[in-house]
Protein backbone atom coordinates (compact mmCIF):
# COMPACT_ATOMS: atom_id res chain seq x y z
CA UNK A 1 0.00 0.00 0.00
CA UNK A 2 2.94 2.57 0.53
CA UNK A 3 4.59 1.63 -2.88
CA UNK A 4 1.15 1.67 -4.81
CA UNK A 5 0.04 5.03 -3.67
CA UNK A 6 3.06 6.63 -4.22
CA UNK A 7 2.33 4.58 -7.95
CA UNK A 8 -1.35 5.57 -8.15
CA UNK A 9 -2.03 9.01 -6.61
CA UNK A 10 1.55 10.49 -6.91
CA UNK A 11 2.50 8.90 -9.60
CA UNK A 12 6.00 9.97 -9.00
CA UNK A 13 8.07 7.16 -11.46
CA UNK A 14 12.35 8.68 -9.47
CA UNK A 15 10.19 8.07 -5.79
CA UNK A 16 8.77 4.12 -7.09
CA UNK A 17 12.18 3.80 -8.79
CA UNK A 18 13.53 4.05 -5.28
CA UNK A 19 11.14 2.26 -3.17
CA UNK A 20 10.95 -0.56 -5.51
CA UNK A 21 14.24 -1.05 -5.22
CA UNK A 22 14.51 -1.18 -1.22
CA UNK A 23 13.88 -5.13 -0.79
CA UNK A 24 16.58 -5.99 -3.91
CA UNK A 25 19.48 -3.92 -2.34
CA UNK A 26 19.62 -1.93 -5.44
CA UNK A 27 19.11 -4.88 -7.70
CA UNK A 28 15.90 -3.28 -9.24
CA UNK A 29 16.48 -0.65 -11.91
CA UNK A 30 14.83 2.65 -10.44
CA UNK A 31 13.89 5.23 -12.39
CA UNK A 32 16.18 7.78 -13.03
CA UNK A 33 15.19 11.56 -12.12
CA UNK A 34 15.26 13.51 -14.86
CA UNK A 35 18.32 15.62 -16.30
CA UNK A 36 19.55 18.62 -14.03
CA UNK A 37 16.99 16.99 -11.14
CA UNK A 38 18.47 15.53 -7.95
CA UNK A 39 16.92 12.57 -6.35
CA UNK A 40 14.67 14.14 -3.63
CA UNK A 41 14.52 12.39 -0.21
CA UNK A 42 11.53 10.75 0.68
CA UNK A 43 10.88 9.82 4.66
CA UNK A 44 9.20 6.92 3.30
CA UNK A 45 12.15 5.48 2.06
CA UNK A 46 13.31 4.69 5.72
CA UNK A 47 10.38 3.62 6.41
CA UNK A 48 10.03 1.14 3.55
CA UNK A 49 13.33 -0.43 4.51
CA UNK A 50 12.06 -0.75 8.41
CA UNK A 51 8.93 -2.79 6.97
CA UNK A 52 11.25 -4.99 4.49
CA UNK A 53 13.43 -5.99 7.25
CA UNK A 54 10.75 -7.15 9.27
CA UNK A 55 9.26 -8.90 6.54
CA UNK A 56 12.34 -10.51 5.43
CA UNK A 57 13.53 -11.74 8.80
CA UNK A 58 9.92 -13.50 9.23
CA UNK A 59 9.78 -15.11 5.74
CA UNK A 60 13.90 -16.58 6.21
CA UNK A 61 12.16 -18.15 9.23
CA UNK A 62 10.01 -20.49 7.16
CA UNK A 63 10.88 -23.93 6.47
CA UNK A 64 11.22 -23.59 2.64
CA UNK A 65 12.59 -20.25 2.61
CA UNK A 66 16.15 -21.39 0.82
CA UNK A 67 14.42 -23.21 -1.52
CA UNK A 68 11.44 -20.47 -2.36
CA UNK A 69 13.76 -17.32 -1.95
CA UNK A 70 13.91 -17.15 -5.92
CA UNK A 71 10.16 -16.98 -6.07
CA UNK A 72 9.65 -14.36 -3.74
CA UNK A 73 11.73 -12.11 -5.41
CA UNK A 74 10.38 -12.82 -8.46
CA UNK A 75 7.00 -11.86 -7.54
CA UNK A 76 8.03 -9.01 -5.30
CA UNK A 77 9.68 -7.65 -8.58
CA UNK A 78 6.00 -8.69 -10.48
CA UNK A 79 4.59 -6.42 -8.17
CA UNK A 80 6.34 -3.62 -8.45
CA UNK A 81 6.60 -4.26 -12.60
CA UNK A 82 2.76 -4.01 -12.23
CA UNK A 83 2.81 -0.12 -10.27
CA UNK A 84 5.25 0.99 -12.76
CA UNK A 85 2.72 0.15 -15.51
CA UNK A 86 -0.05 1.89 -13.47
CA UNK A 87 2.51 5.01 -13.48
CA UNK A 88 3.43 4.47 -17.27
CA UNK A 89 -0.56 4.39 -18.34
CA UNK A 90 -1.26 7.23 -16.61
CA UNK A 91 1.60 9.78 -17.99
CA UNK A 92 0.80 8.16 -21.43
CA UNK A 93 -2.87 6.74 -21.61
CA UNK A 94 -2.37 6.15 -25.66
CA UNK A 95 -0.27 3.19 -24.18
CA UNK A 96 -3.24 1.04 -23.08
CA UNK A 97 -4.46 -1.80 -24.17
CA UNK A 98 -6.21 -4.87 -22.71
CA UNK A 99 -3.73 -7.33 -23.87
CA UNK A 100 -0.60 -5.72 -21.23
CA UNK A 101 -3.33 -5.04 -18.87
CA UNK A 102 -4.38 -8.86 -18.32
CA UNK A 103 -0.58 -9.32 -17.91
CA UNK A 104 0.56 -6.99 -15.54
CA UNK A 105 -1.96 -5.52 -13.43
CA UNK A 106 -3.32 -8.53 -11.68
CA UNK A 107 0.11 -8.67 -9.55
CA UNK A 108 -1.16 -5.45 -7.58
CA UNK A 109 -3.38 -7.90 -5.57
CA UNK A 110 -0.05 -9.92 -4.02
CA UNK A 111 -1.55 -12.95 -4.32
CA UNK A 112 1.27 -14.71 -5.94
CA UNK A 113 3.47 -12.71 -3.18
CA UNK A 114 1.26 -14.27 -0.17
CA UNK A 115 1.03 -17.74 -2.09
CA UNK A 116 4.72 -18.23 -2.31
CA UNK A 117 5.48 -17.16 1.38
CA UNK A 118 2.39 -20.06 2.09
CA UNK A 119 4.27 -22.35 0.07
CA UNK A 120 7.30 -21.56 2.38
CA UNK A 121 5.59 -22.26 5.51
CA UNK A 122 4.11 -25.22 4.48
CA UNK A 123 6.74 -28.34 4.06
CA UNK A 124 3.94 -30.99 3.69
CA UNK A 125 3.16 -29.79 0.12
CA UNK A 126 5.14 -32.22 -2.69
CA UNK A 127 7.35 -30.49 -4.90
CA UNK A 128 5.11 -31.61 -7.79
CA UNK A 129 2.19 -29.44 -6.39
CA UNK A 130 4.32 -26.35 -6.20
CA UNK A 131 3.69 -25.49 -10.23
CA UNK A 132 0.07 -26.54 -9.65
CA UNK A 133 -0.75 -24.76 -7.00
CA UNK A 134 1.30 -21.00 -7.98
CA UNK A 135 -0.84 -21.91 -11.61
CA UNK A 136 -3.97 -21.93 -9.68
CA UNK A 137 -3.08 -19.07 -8.03
CA UNK A 138 -2.38 -16.76 -11.07
CA UNK A 139 -6.12 -16.91 -12.21
CA UNK A 140 -7.33 -16.51 -8.20
CA UNK A 141 -5.06 -13.28 -8.47
CA UNK A 142 -6.87 -11.90 -11.48
CA UNK A 143 -10.63 -12.89 -9.99
CA UNK A 144 -9.44 -10.97 -7.32
CA UNK A 145 -8.26 -7.97 -9.54
CA UNK A 146 -11.55 -8.14 -11.54
CA UNK A 147 -13.61 -8.32 -8.53
CA UNK A 148 -12.15 -4.75 -7.28
CA UNK A 149 -12.28 -3.30 -10.72
CA UNK A 150 -15.99 -3.32 -10.51
CA UNK A 151 -15.90 -1.43 -7.08
CA UNK A 152 -13.07 0.68 -7.93
CA UNK A 153 -13.18 2.43 -11.34
CA UNK A 154 -16.48 4.75 -10.90
CA UNK A 155 -14.41 6.53 -8.53
CA UNK A 156 -11.04 6.77 -10.59
CA UNK A 157 -12.61 8.67 -13.32
CA UNK A 158 -12.91 11.25 -11.17
CA UNK A 159 -9.07 11.19 -10.49
CA UNK A 160 -8.59 10.37 -14.18
CA UNK A 161 -6.66 7.41 -13.03
CA UNK A 162 -7.25 5.63 -16.79
CA UNK A 163 -5.34 2.16 -15.82
CA UNK A 164 -8.28 0.32 -14.77
CA UNK A 165 -8.96 -2.47 -16.72
CA UNK A 166 -12.41 -1.44 -17.23
CA UNK A 167 -10.64 1.06 -19.38
CA UNK A 168 -8.62 -1.46 -21.35
CA UNK A 169 -11.59 -3.41 -21.60
CA UNK A 170 -13.87 -0.56 -23.20
CA UNK A 171 -11.02 0.10 -25.55
CA UNK A 172 -10.53 -3.74 -26.69
CA UNK A 173 -14.51 -3.43 -27.54
CA UNK A 174 -13.67 -0.95 -29.64
CA UNK A 175 -16.06 1.52 -27.39
CA UNK A 176 -13.44 3.88 -26.47
CA UNK A 177 -10.85 5.02 -27.72
CA UNK A 178 -7.52 7.03 -26.09
CA UNK A 179 -8.75 10.22 -26.75
CA UNK A 180 -12.53 9.91 -25.50
CA UNK A 181 -10.66 8.18 -21.72
CA UNK A 182 -8.00 11.19 -21.63
CA UNK A 183 -10.71 14.34 -22.51
CA UNK A 184 -13.73 13.77 -22.01
CA UNK A 185 -15.31 15.72 -18.77
CA UNK A 186 -16.00 12.82 -16.13
CA UNK A 187 -19.56 12.68 -16.46
CA UNK A 188 -19.65 11.97 -20.03
CA UNK A 189 -16.40 9.00 -19.18
CA UNK A 190 -18.91 7.60 -17.23
CA UNK A 191 -22.02 7.13 -19.37
CA UNK A 192 -19.62 6.11 -22.37
CA UNK A 193 -18.47 3.59 -20.09
CA UNK A 194 -21.64 2.16 -18.62
CA UNK A 195 -22.77 1.73 -22.24
CA UNK A 196 -19.85 0.20 -23.60
CA UNK A 197 -19.95 -3.12 -21.59
CA UNK A 198 -16.86 -3.50 -20.44
CA UNK A 199 -18.25 -4.54 -17.02
CA UNK A 200 -19.67 -7.37 -18.71
CA UNK A 201 -16.65 -8.48 -20.98
CA UNK A 202 -15.12 -8.09 -17.08
CA UNK A 203 -17.73 -10.48 -15.57
CA UNK A 204 -17.02 -13.30 -18.31
CA UNK A 205 -13.21 -12.66 -18.14
CA UNK A 206 -14.10 -13.90 -13.94
CA UNK A 207 -15.73 -17.29 -14.99
CA UNK A 208 -13.33 -18.11 -16.92
CA UNK A 209 -10.49 -17.80 -14.85
CA UNK A 210 -12.72 -19.30 -12.05
CA UNK A 211 -13.41 -22.25 -14.43
CA UNK A 212 -9.29 -22.57 -14.81
CA UNK A 213 -8.81 -22.14 -10.82
CA UNK A 214 -11.54 -25.28 -10.48
CA UNK A 215 -9.57 -27.67 -12.90
CA UNK A 216 -6.28 -26.70 -11.11
CA UNK A 217 -7.46 -26.82 -7.44
CA UNK A 218 -9.20 -30.53 -8.36
CA UNK A 219 -5.62 -31.74 -9.03
CA UNK A 220 -3.70 -30.26 -5.92
CA UNK A 221 -4.17 -33.01 -2.75
CA UNK A 222 -2.32 -31.33 -0.22
CA UNK A 223 -3.88 -28.41 0.64
CA UNK A 224 -7.86 -27.29 0.22
CA UNK A 225 -8.31 -24.55 -2.46
CA UNK A 226 -11.57 -25.23 -2.51
CA UNK A 227 -11.77 -22.77 0.62
CA UNK A 228 -10.14 -19.91 -1.53
CA UNK A 229 -12.28 -20.60 -4.18
CA UNK A 230 -15.33 -20.14 -2.35
CA UNK A 231 -13.92 -16.87 -0.69
CA UNK A 232 -13.55 -15.70 -4.39
CA UNK A 233 -16.99 -16.21 -5.14
CA UNK A 234 -18.04 -13.80 -1.84
CA UNK A 235 -15.58 -11.45 -2.62
CA UNK A 236 -17.33 -11.15 -6.64
CA UNK A 237 -20.91 -11.48 -4.70
CA UNK A 238 -19.42 -7.91 -2.41
CA UNK A 239 -18.55 -6.44 -5.60
CA UNK A 240 -21.87 -6.57 -6.97
CA UNK A 241 -23.54 -5.99 -4.07
CA UNK A 242 -21.59 -2.54 -3.75
CA UNK A 243 -22.48 -2.03 -7.38
CA UNK A 244 -26.33 -2.92 -6.95
CA UNK A 245 -26.02 -6.01 -9.45
CA UNK A 246 -27.59 -8.35 -6.84
Known amino acids: MLVDDVADVERDAALLGRLAAVPFAGALRS ?6 EAPREDGREGWARELWQG ?9 LARELWPALRFDYDQVFTCMRYSVLINEEPWLLNAQEHRLYAPHNMNMMVFATLDLMASPGVPREEWGLVRGAFVHAQVMGQLSNMM ?9 RDVSSGVFAEALDAGSLDPAAIASLPPRELHARMLASGAEARL ?9 SFARLAGRVRS ?5 LLAGLDELLRSAQAARGRL
Open 31 to 36: ARPREG
Open 223 to 227: LDLES
Open 151 to 159: VTWEREIAA
Open 203 to 211: LAHWHQHRA
Open 55 to 63: IEARARALP
